[in-house]
């Protein structure tokens, strides 16, 4: 009797478990360096009081009636630059975070917004995190004296889509809202 064939046998499965420890350990590895791009959430407040933890929702993305509610005050409201129309001012807002000018984005947000993530530095370690490499933006929809222009932002995990809504008070714009949803089409 000859052992080639058992010798065979013996090389084949090891072989096999070793291709099973070198895939394992690559999902493993995949599944660990995944978890570790995006932060988890944090007790951040969000723009409805509530902490985000508990809500599920991202820091920065207000969710529920009390979001809707806030009344516009243009005395405390992000104000849009002089000459600039809402439409250059979003673009700006998404070249910022592309250029990682994130201090500068978290100005142009709305006050309610700043607040929501507690300084420039918080948000810019979330936003960050995020990898956004582009936007596309949608036309603007004006109803009277408020224009509201989606914006969707391009990360490796998913498309991140906000809507913006600006206001006109004689001369000046303003920005009363930035809420999670909408549509870029």
Same mark, same amino acid.
């Given at each position: 009797?000859?052992?080639?064939?058992?010798?065979?046998?013996?090389?084949?499965?090891?072989?096999?478990?070793?291709?099973?420890?070198?895939?394992?350990?690559?999902?493993?590895?995949?599944?660990?360096?995944?978890?570790?791009?995006?932060?988890? $959430?944090?007790?951040?407040?969000?723009?409805?009081?509530? %902490? @985000? /933890? #508990?809500?599920? &929702?991202?820091?920065? !993305?207000?969710?529920?009636?009390?979001?809707?509610?806030?009344?516009?005050?243009?005395?405390?409201?992000?104000?849009?630059?002089?000459?600039?129309?809402?439409?250059?001012?979003?673009?700006?807002?998404?070249?910022?975070?592309?250029?990682?000018?994130?201090?500068?984005?978290?100005?142009? $947000?709305?006050?309610?917004?700043?607040?929501?993530?507690? %300084? @420039? /530095? #918080?948000?810019? &370690?979330?936003?960050? !995190?995020?990898?956004?490499?582009?936007?596309?933006?949608?036309?603007?929809?004006?109803?009277?004296?408020?224009?509201?222009?989606?914006?969707?932002?391009?990360?490796?995990?998913?498309?991140?889509?906000?809507?913006?809504?600006?206001?006109?008070?004689?001369?000046?714009?303003?920005?009363?809202?930035?809420?999670?949803?909408?549509?870029?089409?």
């Amino acid at each position: 009797m000859s052992d080639a064939p058992r010798n065979s046998t013996n090389t084949l499965v090891i072989v096999l478990v070793v291709a099973v420890v070198v895939l394992a350990a690559g999902i493993g590895y995949a599944i660990w360096n995944n978890s570790q791009s995006v932060p988890p $959430l944090s007790s951040t407040a969000t723009d409805t009081g509530t %902490d @985000a /933890a #508990a809500t599920g &929702a991202m820091p920065g !993305a207000a969710t529920g009636a009390a979001a809707t509610s806030a009344e516009f005050d243009p005395a405390t409201a992000t104000k849009v630059p002089a000459g600039t129309t809402p439409e250059e001012f979003v673009k700006a807002y998404h070249e910022a975070i592309v250029a990682g000018k994130y201090a500068d984005a978290y100005e142009m $947000l709305p006050l309610a917004k700043q607040q929501s993530y507690g %300084d @420039a /530095a #918080a948000y810019e &370690a979330q936003v960050k !995190a995020y990898g956004i490499t582009g936007y596309e933006m949608g036309a603007p929809a004006e109803n009277g004296d408020e224009v509201t222009i989606a914006a969707t932002q391009v990360t490796p995990q998913m498309p991140i889509t906000y809507t913006w809504t600006l206001k006109k008070v004689g001369d000046q714009w303003y920005v009363v809202s930035r809420e999670m949803g909408g549509s870029t089409n």
